[in-house]
């Protein structure tokens, strides 16, 4: 099964908290993006038909429906087994959400990340847990059964009892899948960088401590088991047959083709980067100058380990794997931070807590 992302990094606002290469950008700028993406769809020789679509970003929703429609109709494979588009509270409306699925989008994610108005608004997010509940209505009566609600366990101010809530709207509005991310804390975002230099800017010395943050990861795999959303992935939980079809590609090596800036692609040999910035995009397409920047033949010896763990259901070791990572899997199985279950490695609920420092040293 092959896939294609296609990334939007234009967003309303840009939030404290995210390392992406996305932002607000000018309008000028939009729509010659638009222009050279839509070139890059129509020159790539398409090996295959793609059966999954992931539009990311940024804010994609943010798109106007007769500029996704002529963007998608750039995408052979229509009808797409999964279609999936990124979304901000605040922009489905019952004409957007009636032209997404008539352009083949079949599933959103919501990029909610709490429901709490004080969380929210430290963070730059303009919505409320009202809107998501208005919009999650909304997705439905057009067809769209299937959505994410995107939530950061550490944001400011946030407490094990406000997370709680956020939970409890997610059991309320019966969302089939959730991805919920710890806090990451690097110089790829204004809160990452008030936080490594001590400062007090966008809530920073209001960030919940590592053991709080760790508790409500782990309240979160609770309390969605009960809901009955299974964690298939580190980060993501689904109710059964709800699994993000097209993520899975990721964890499981299949090929994706990625498109626009700062998108990554994989054949099953080598992968692929585009320019980081919309700018950068935008000025190799009006050159006529390759927007692929990096090619590197992948290590699939590597790389199947480190993907693969992230699947709660484990990775076969091979032979290769065995020898060439024997000392470090042994101290992982001594630490109990990974385990074998019939002929696969996984990783433990203590293995899953402490995965950086697993992958880390899976690395050369």
């Not at 000025?283 to 010896?301: C, F």
């Not at 480190?306 to 020898?323: D, F, I, T, W």
């Amino acid at each position: 099964m092959a896939g294609v992302y296609v990334s939007y990094p234009f967003c309303a606002q840009k939030c404290s908290y995210c390392n992406f290469a996305s932002g607000v950008f000018t309008a000028q700028l939009e729509a010659r993006y638009l222009q050279a993406l839509a070139q890059e769809l129509r020159q790539f020789s398409w090996p295959w038909k793609p059966e999954t679509i992931y539009l990311g970003g940024g804010t994609p929703s943010r798109m106007e429906p007769a500029e996704l429609r002529q963007l998608l109709a750039c995408i052979p494979g229509y009808p797409w087994q999964e279609a999936t588009l990124e979304a901000a509270p605040g922009d489905v409306t019952p004409a957007r959400a009636e032209a997404w699925v008539q352009s083949g989008i079949n599933r959103i994610s919501l990029g909610v990340q709490s429901f709490e108005a004080r969380e929210l608004s430290q963070t730059g997010r303009r919505h409320s847990a009202q809107t998501v509940q208005t919009e999650v209505s909304v997705l439905r009566a057009a067809g769209i059964q299937n959505f994410n609600i995107d939530l950061i366990a550490g944001l400011p101010h946030q407490t094990l009892d406000s997370f709680t809530r956020s939970l409890d709207w997610v059991e309320r509005l019966e969302a089939p899948h959730v991805s919920v991310y710890m806090l990451e804390v690097d110089e790829e975002s204004r809160l990452g960088r008030e936080l490594i230099q001590q400062g007090m800017r966008y809530g920073a010395s209001a960030v919940p401590d590592e053991a709080a943050i760790v508790a409500m990861y782990e309240l979160a795999v609770e309390r969605l088991a009960d809901m009955g959303l299974r964690r298939y992935e580190i980060s993501n939980f689904a109710r059964p047959g709800f699994e993000s079809k097209h993520n899975l590609k990721y964890w499981r090596l299949e090929p994706y083709a990625g498109f626009g800036a700062d998108a990554h692609s994989f054949d099953g040999r080598e992968r692929r980067q585009n320019v980081e910035s919309a700018a950068e995009y935008v000025a190799a397409w009006e050159k006529g100058a390759p927007v692929t920047i990096h090619r590197v033949a992948a290590d699939l010896v590597q790389e199947r380990l480190l993907v693969g763990l992230r699947l709660s259901s484990g990775v076969p070791l091979q032979p290769a794997e065995r020898e060439r990572y024997a000392a470090p899997l042994a101290r992982f199985l001594e630490q109990g931070f990974v385990e074998e279950r019939d002929g696969l490695l996984c990783l433990t609920n203590l293995g899953v807590l402490y995965s950086n420092e697993v992958f880390q040293e899976l690395l050369p």
